[in-house]
């Protein structure tokens, strides 16, 4: 049973840091490129990061460069999202997803909130 298991979300102020982790079981984590989305309120989904099986080459949305690094660990099938300098606008429920040619797994969320 394919399972991906988000977890590290939490309040924290405008400035500061979290790291989500998603924790992955059920598939050849090692073969798919991962990818952390998040979705606010009112808003659509959006990709924020991604990193790639083979060399694990890794893609930002403008907002987050520099903030935020993505990072997988292929023995712990775990893949990480270190975000830093946290702002209000990064307040939304964030999901990792595992893809594959035309295979899409996500997760079920963690909720990210920037706020004093």
């Known amino acids: 049973q394919v399972q991906l298991v988000e977890s590290g979300g939490g309040l924290v102020q405008p400035g500061g840091s979290l790291r989500l982790s998603c924790a992955a079981s059920g598939f050849s ?11 606010a309120p009112g808003k659509e989904r959006e990709l924020v990061a991604s990193i790639t099986s083979a060399y694990g080459g890794t893609n930002y949305k403008d907002s987050v460069k520099g903030r935020f690094t993505i990072s997988r660990d292929n023995i712990k099938k775990t893949v990480y999202l270190q975000m830093n ?3 209000p606008d990064d307040t939304a429920v964030y999901y990792c997803a595992a893809v594959r040619g035309g295979v899409m797994y996500w997760g079920q ?8």
């Open 29 to 39: 984590f090692s073969m798919y490129d991962m990818n952390w989305y998040r979705q």
């Open 85 to 87: 300098s946290l702002k």
């Open 109 to 116: 969320g963690t909720q990210v909130t920037v706020s004093s």
